[in-house]
């Protein structure tokens, strides 16, 4: 287990072999493991212990967003297992019956509807609740999970890679599918990444089942390649090892900000979204110390933070709407049904991985 600033990566092994390799893991105990209850200390302190959290938040954002939790609450340790949403939904299914987090922090909220189902959440109502805005937290009272703010799709094109291969700035999903982008478009595979699946979840669901795996089918003709990370197309699109990269706004705008020949296009048909959320974990024994990161997660001190790098907040905050976003971030969002979403997920994983898996980059 790594704490603090360092983070657990698990290799991008095909999904379904890692359920399958995690349900095996969850029924061995290592020899010479402590199995014992935790300790009182641990478990009857809401200020001080240790506790466990799975994360999809980006590398590069949770550092900063634990600053801010350790000057208030220096004696909790906070273990930080990071990986992509596909990877953590994975993992946390397959821990059902010996489940190893505390608490879920920042993963998309079709995935904690997915694992709700499956009775792995336990209702919790943080402090501070009432300030998240409707739309971003389970209607069950207690919800079950509670949002933080809301990532969306988006282009990264790198205009100097444009330029040279004499292409048009694309403007819309549909525009993505002309022949002269093929070989030029980088996507992410929605069975590992997270914003894959938001973008995959909105095409459907803007033009209907039927109409959006006819416009994947055309897609794919352009795609080179899939990836397992929702932000891999963005980077790739910055280095210029292709032109386009289909992945979310935080990342579009950061590289652009951070001086990258990267412009970030929101399409005009509306952008899939997907929020990250929190939940507490249904354990035995549930720590204190797990409630008051779930406190501290909606706090307006760190949404403020959430808002330096996302245009949209569950707790409104006083931070501009982030250079590169449109003005109006909310208007940008296509429709999505998140109950749809998640009872859907593993039909749709399937029919993708069905018709373009063959193009995804190679596992491990």
């Not at 029924?27 to 959290?53: L, Y």
């Not at 079950?144 to 703010?149: E, P």
């Not at 292409?167 to 599918?177: A, I």
Request: hydrophobic share 40%; proline share 7%.
């Amino acid at each position: 287990m790594f704490s603090r600033k360092q983070f657990l990566k698990i290799s991008s092994s095909s999904l379904a072999g890692l359920m399958l390799a995690l349900v095996l893991n969850s029924c061995v105990v290592e020899e010479g493991a402590d199995t014992s209850p935790d300790s009182s200390a641990e478990t009857t302190s809401p200020t001080a212990g240790e506790i466990t959290v799975y994360t999809a938040i980006e590398d590069d954002q949770i550092e900063g967003y634990l600053d801010e939790f350790e000057t208030v609450y220096p004696d909790i340790t906070v273990n930080i297992v990071r990986d992509s949403t596909g990877i953590v939904t994975a993992k946390l299914l397959a821990e059902k019956a010996n489940p190893r987090a505390d608490v879920v922090w920042g993963l998309a909220a079709s995935s904690l509807v997915l694992a709700d189902q499956q009775g792995i959440l336990e209702p919790y109502a943080p402090v501070g609740l009432d300030k998240v805005q409707d739309r971003f937290r389970d209607p069950q009272n207690p919800p079950h999970w509670v949002g933080i703010d809301a990532w969306i799709s988006a282009f990264c094109v790198n205009t100097v890679e444009l330029e040279a291969n004499g292409l048009p700035m694309p403007k819309s999903w549909e525009d993505l599918t002309d022949p002269v982008y093929q070989g030029h478009l980088v996507m992410p595979n929605p069975a590992s990444s997270g914003t894959g699946f938001l973008s995959v979840s909105a095409l459907l669901q803007l033009k209907g089942e039927d109409g959006g795996w006819q416009y994947l089918d055309r897609l794919h003709e352009n795609i080179a390649q899939y990836t397992h990370s929702g932000s891999k197309p963005c980077k790739l699109a910055g280095s210029g090892e292709y032109p386009i990269g289909i992945s979310f706004g935080y990342r579009a705008v950061k590289q652009k900000n951070d001086g990258e020949p990267i412009e970030p296009v929101f399409p005009t048909e509306g952008s899939g979204w997907e929020m990250e959320a929190n939940a507490l974990i249904k354990k035995d024994v549930i720590k204190p110390a797990a409630k008051t990161f779930l406190d501290w997660a909606i706090s307006p001190e760190i949404s403020e933070k959430y808002g330096e790098g996302f245009a949209i907040t569950a707790v409104k905050t006083s931070a501009p709407v982030p250079d590169g976003f449109p003005a109006d971030p909310f208007a940008q969002l296509a429709k999505n049904d998140f109950i749809w979403a998640a009872f859907n997920r593993d039909r749709i994983l399937k029919e993708w991985t069905k018709r373009y898996d063959g193009k995804s980059e190679p596992k491990g």
